[in-house]
């Protein structure tokens, strides 16, 4: 089982590791631990047996900082968890790093997230590779905030994801637009909302190679900023959002709209066919 590899980390990894990421072992390590059915790994059966209920879907979520680490992860986890559960539809397993992140875990996953992860994360060049292959022969990738921030130096994980973080403003009360309604992340959401964040700037506009679904309010001739996309990756789903970064963003309705909705497209349980078409030029 999953579980399973988790408990080596506590050996020689776990010396080799910071408080921060100890932490986060301890908490995958419980969440195993857990009968919870968001968090307990149990490999579905390559054929089911006739008239048997299908495995429920698996996302693998990975909460591992190797540079800027977010205080708003625990309550992150504790949405995506809580998510999960209310919907039924599939479960999640957290990883405590991302050398846990095999051939042999994805085989079993229907996607991976990047929830608030930072930095170069420990993956070697072949499960790089699978990683890259499992999603563009259909898996989903599905990354919030600071996913953007992770993996600067590797080219095909940028590419999937769709940006790569630059930098920031101060945080500040903003109007978010919604451009897209048609997906199961943003058919809830108003056509605008208000919501006190740290909005990121990308070194490279990502709206040609990804359909945006909601954008900063910038004014009249203002910067394009995307803040949440869908694209397609070979056969597989990519869902990014870029909020996040406080805790009280995860007790947000409308940012739990965007989760909710934005992982089921991820998972293939929800369709929107506009993500297979990157948006129009921004016209300010």
Request: glycine content about 8%; overall charge positive.
């Amino acid at each position: 089982m999953l579980c399973d590899l988790l408990r080596p980390v506590k050996t020689a990894a776990q010396r080799a590791m910071g408080p921060t990421a100890v932490a986060a072992v301890a908490v995958s390590i419980a969440a195993c631990g857990s009968s919870a059915s968001s968090t307990h790994w149990s490999p579905p059966p390559a054929r089911p047996a006739s008239g048997a209920k299908p495995a429920v879907p698996t996302v693998l979520v990975l909460t591992q900082t190797l540079g800027y680490h977010h205080m708003s992860i625990p309550t992150a986890m504790a949405t995506v968890r809580g998510i999960a559960a209310r919907s039924g539809r599939y479960r999640v397993v957290f990883l405590a790093s991302a050398n846990q992140l095999t051939p042999v875990a994805l085989r079993h996953a229907a996607a991976v997230m990047f929830l608030l992860t930072t930095g170069q994360l420990p993956m070697n060049a072949a499960d790089k590779r699978a990683l890259v292959a499992f999603v563009r022969g259909g898996g989903g990738l599905i990354g919030f905030h600071s996913a953007t921030d992770t993996f600067h130096h590797w080219a095909a994980y940028k590419e999937m994801i769709g940006a790569e973080f630059s930098h920031h403003p101060h945080s500040s009360t903003q109007r978010v637009i919604v451009t897209d309604h048609s997906t199961a992340a943003t058919h809830a959401l108003p056509a605008s909302f208000l919501i006190h964040e740290e909005f990121y700037v990308f070194k490279h506009d990502p709206r040609p190679h990804v359909h945006v679904l909601a954008e900063l309010d910038t004014g009249p001739g203002g910067p394009d900023r995307p803040l949440v996309w869908c694209r397609r990756f070979g056969r597989g789903r990519v869902y990014y959002d870029a909020l996040g970064h406080f805790s009280t963003t995860w007790h947000n309705r409308y940012q739990l709209t965007l989760v909710s909705g934005g992982i089921l497209w991820a998972v293939g349980l929800a369709s929107a066919p506009s993500c297979s078409t990157p948006s129009a030029p921004y016209r300010g």
